[in-house]
């Protein structure tokens, strides 16, 4: 029997496990669009790798900037949108379930046995990202053809304002 | 629901989503929008984010809630979800009492609870002397999302009584702690307990009975018989239980207090079985007294005092304390030829005085040091130099001191016994 | 909701579905430059950028557990001496706690000559002025006593980094350790 005087407050190792092969996945997927914005997800894995190895936040959210600053990337050299959009899904969970991993470890320590917990959690962030997936991508399917430069704004503009609605 | 506070989780992710805008619309590419509109589907999912009444009952067994020292108890901690709604995300810490350490697994446990559900966990503690009584269950309630947080806490009541018998170690060489004669009496009458001491000149108004007669016959001197009476002994062991006190070498080790009231519930024990009325003081600032006395009903009282008083816990007090007026209240108390057994670790120079003082007003002073010094750090070896001198300074005020290290108390004992008789 | 907010959910909605209609087909009869949709998007870019920046300036909200755990920690005795010894090598030395270290090592080496060595207290006094206590001169020097360290002996403290208030404080404290001992500066024993 080992004394577990004190926890160790450090990321738990299966949320470690899961957050780096959804990031594993995204960058997979990320390969079917440039090459640049592959290698792109690969430094954003690593760096998410060393962010939960070291229960830093702030490495964390910069593995989530590289992940978006590839998809950007993607997206501006013409991917195919179910590659970017599958890709936008995988950064996103793969960046909360990390988060979230960090969370536990300072709440619980890497010794508790957190399975349940962070499958539940990871669950339910897929489930909201695919139904939210799903639903803007059927709203492209029902669009067809070329956009005229007024939609483009007006979808910009209305953007904005919701997400300025949205926001907490 | 308002309930809970914002945890600021997913600060940024709006701007994020507006960069993935602009951009798609400056290069004109749709799947940048998309990915934008993906963003605002997270943000609305976190806008709505809410905690539900959080309702949790706390249930706890001990496999041996009377445990010995030393014994290993098993701990079962069940949460159940008593409310009506699930909680997706429930981060859940014992409150495991300050003074016992976990042997094995952490006190805690995550799960996510179905109404009505109940998750599960096992750890186990280590028995130490005392009555432990378990603190609130903390738990920290989160939504899914993880954007909302709470923290809750919930009570079961359960408490630890580790009472361990007073030893009956017959064959500790206690004699050098205490004198059995306190003193010269005169009396009138002769009977079991009184020993011939001495005879002396004759003074005018001594008592006809006390007159040698056979001294007179054989010589026709007046000469006076003295007896002398020989009496239990009062001892009082005062255990010196300070914050000052509350001093260990290292993480793993007993506190200064836990070895000093040992050393103090086997001296009461062995001095008992040897016809001595004991008592039992504690001087700090949780006060207790017990009045010298002997008997099996007195021993019983002892032994729950040892193992339940406040004062004798092994965590460090938390009050006003007002040495001097400890000392005088002391000093009201102890009869006045009675002695005192002082156990203190002498980390401090104030323990050294009470010793000195007490001796000053007529009890006969042995005192019983812990030694909880180590030579880890530089500031530790000072304090292994500091503790020496005291204990040369109180030898050479006449008080005897028995330094015990980490030899068992009897070995230590033998030790200072045979010095002592020199 | 507030006024604000009524405001911009209108304009959201209004622009997404007058987005949507143009999209299926319906002309709403708007003409727009290529530079001035550069420009929108380039400001909701930036704008974007600076809710980004907000996030580092945002503090996580959570709760600490504590360590119910470890059992409660006492501490060892001495170690208001190695917390003096920390301020006073702190970079804004703390005058006060170095003087609080010497003066604590100097008043046991005193008791330890007078207790161990047999010494009389102004003997003691005096050995601490001359440094003739010890056969350390580190140790010396640091109670006061205008003792040379030779040089050799200072530049080979120094390169090997023993040089510090904490290494010269160990070494006066081993030193007292010896008083009374076999191995004593040499010299008059009792």
Known sequence: MVAVSEITRKPTRTGTAMALSVAGLTTFTLGFTTSTAAVGGLVATVALAAGLFRGSRRIVDAAGGLFFLSLLFAGASGAGTEALLLAALGSILAWDIAENARSVGEHLGRETDTLRLELVHAAATLVVLAVGAAVVYGADRAAAGGQPITAVVLLLVGVVALVTVVTR | MSRGFDTERWTGLDGLVLAAAGAGVFTREASLLLAAGLGVVVLGYVRVAAIPEVSLRVERDLSDATPDPDDEVEVTLRVTNEGSRTLFDIRVVDGVPPALGVADGPARLGTALRPGATATATYTVTAVRGEHAWEETVVVVRDPSGAVESRETVSAETTLRCEPELAATADLPLRGLTSKYAGRVETDVPGSGLEFASIREYRHGDPIRRIDWNRRARTGELATVEFREERAAAVVLVVDTRPEAHVAPDDEAETAVERSVDAASVAFSALLDSGDSVGVAAFGPDECWLAPSSGADHRARARRLFATHPAFAPTPPDGAFFPSVAVRRLRRRLASDAQVIFCSPLVDDYGVSVARRLEAYGHAVTVVSPDPTTTATIGARLARIERDLRLRELRRSGVRVLDWGDEPLGVALARAEAGWSR | ?190
Do not use: C
Not at chain 3, 95 to 109: F, G, I, M
């Open chain 3, 1 to 190: 909701m507030t006024l604000a907010r009524r405001l911009f959910l209108l304009v959201g909605v209004v622009a997404t579905a007058a987005g949507f209609a143009v999209v299926a087909g319906v002309s709403l009869g708007l003409e727009l430059t290529d530079i001035f949709l550069g420009l929108v998007a380039a400001l909701a870019a930036l704008q974007g950028l600076r809710y980004v920046q907000r996030r580092r300036e945002t503090p996580m909200n959570t709760t600490v557990t504590g360590d119910p755990e470890a059992r409660v920690a006492v501490p060892i005795p001495g170690s208001d001496f190695d917390d003096d010894l920390v301020s006073a090598m702190g970079r804004h030395t703390h005058w006060a706690a170095r003087k609080r270290v010497v003066d604590r090592l100097e008043a046991r080496a005193t008791q330890a000559l007078v207790a161990r060595d047999g010494r009389a207290p102004e003997e003691a006094a005096a050995l601490l002025d001359t440094g003739g206590w010890t056969d350390d001169p580190v140790a010396a020097r640091f109670l006061g006593a205008s003792v040379s360290i030779p040089l050799r002996q200072r530049v080979r403290l120094f390169l090997s980094g023993q040089s510090s208030l904490t290494d010269r404080a160990g070494r006066t404290v081993a030193a007292i350790e010896r008083i009374g001992t076999d191995d004593g500066p040499a010299g008059e024993r009792r």
